[in-house]
DNA sequence: TCAATTGGGGACGCAGGCGTCTCTTAATCA
DNA sequence: TGATTAAGAGACGCCTGCGTCCCCAATTGA
């Protein structure tokens, strides 16, 4: 709601420094309003700028969009890679935790935020939801099946019979506690999750 | 997309006959374009009638929806009752069959996309979203509770830690494949929901 | 230090959608 | 059957937001 910049004096911006701005400001305005009402104007102040700078790098306004998801996704803004593969301590357990809770904090961040809201103009905008699924959602589910089948390997617990459906339903109860409540799981409801429905699903008990 | 009316002598409707007609309109305008997008002249048009009749009934677009939106939960225009008190037949995976399948289907029909439409405008309208989750949400998710005890009380599974969080178990992996594939499961997925997620969480094995 | 770029700011025309209003005509009721 | 009410159709003014364009100033590089 306040302005993002303070400092009146500041010196003017181009080039990559400003172009992330106006990414941030996207993702921030995305977050808030969704896409169907998005504007241009609002964008260019949040990033304070005009608009002219926005048109002369996207031609509109589905352009820009994309080119801002394109480039959280393809440089991992979004998905912090998590020291790549995880750290395989803990057991299970401690890999749950730390998948599902970075899986809720990215919900809560404003880039987490829009790619919530492109996914949720699935039917009107196929391509942008389909671009979110595949180099955000995909890897997570990866992530997950690779932690599960860890275990299995380990002999911590049984082989499920389908490690894809499995690997699935701690993200679909996290997903489930944002479209009830709003928000994201805190840590102690993801342990719930993973204790109460993950765990026993997965053979523990 | 084509005429809802192909008869072009139809007699002119009022009244109750004709709100109902509006009804049907606002949902599926709802379903296919979203609140945000959603115009008075599009719902007119598919209601087969002027803007005039629109406005003589609500004062504006926030208003019609809500109006249609709570006709339709009071009257259990989305909800079916599933004859009430489902048929205690089956055992509790016939229960959770029902139950879940009726989800998927309600998730199919203008209406209940019109709902998820307002969830989805949660940020923007928490009044909106709230009667949802109220009207239409928590029924169906006291209902399962119910079904989980009643197996309870059969000696059919142990007693869960957490009626609440393990009845959210099925309806998550509903809307998680909703929200990935953009559409409801079909008989058989859902039917590997039961038995590979939803049953082992309960301790049937 | 000067020329070439690019940013900040905003005016402009256009399109679409809201909510109002008018006009004609069908349905209803006394 | 005549009077009354409300439907179907759409014109209208207004506002908002898109995409273009212009001006001036700050930054950059030769």
Redesign the interface.
């Known amino acids: 709601m306040v302005e993002d910049l303070a400092d009146q004096t500041r010196t003017r911006r181009r080039g990559a420094v400003l172009e992330q701005a106006i990414r941030d400001a996207v993702f921030a305005e995305l977050s ?3 896409y ?2 998005l504007n241009m104007e609002a964008v260019a102040a949040r990033a304070g700028t005009g608009k002219a700078p926005l048109y002369r790098r996207w031609s509109n306004k589905r352009d820009m969009v994309v080119g801002a998801i394109d480039q959280a996704l393809s440089t991992g803004a979004v998905l912090p890679e998590e020291d790549d593969q995880s750290p395989e301590t803990g057991g299970l357990r401690a890999e749950l935790m730390i998948l599902l809770g970075s899986m809720a904090s990215t919900m809560r961040s404003a880039p987490g935020r829009a790619m919530h809201a492109l ?6 905008h ?1 391509e942008l ?1 389909q671009a979110v ?1 595949t180099h955000l ?1 995909q890897p997570r589910l990866a992530r997950l099946a690779v932690a599960i089948r860890r275990a299995v390997n380990r002999g911590e617990i049984p082989p ?3 490690v894809e ?2 690997a ?2 701690g ?3 996290v ?2 506690h944002e ?2 409540h ?1 928000q994201a799981p805190t840590t102690a409801e993801i342990a ?2 993973v204790d ?2 993950v765990l ?2 997965l ?1 523990t008990r």
Chains 1, 2 share one sequence.
């Open positions: 808030e309003s969704g169907a009402a996914i949720e103009e699935r039917h009107r196929p939801a699924i959602i499920p019979v389908s459906l499995i699935r339903v993200p679909a109860m997903l489930q479209l009830e709003g719930d999750i109460l429905v026993p699903v053979g």
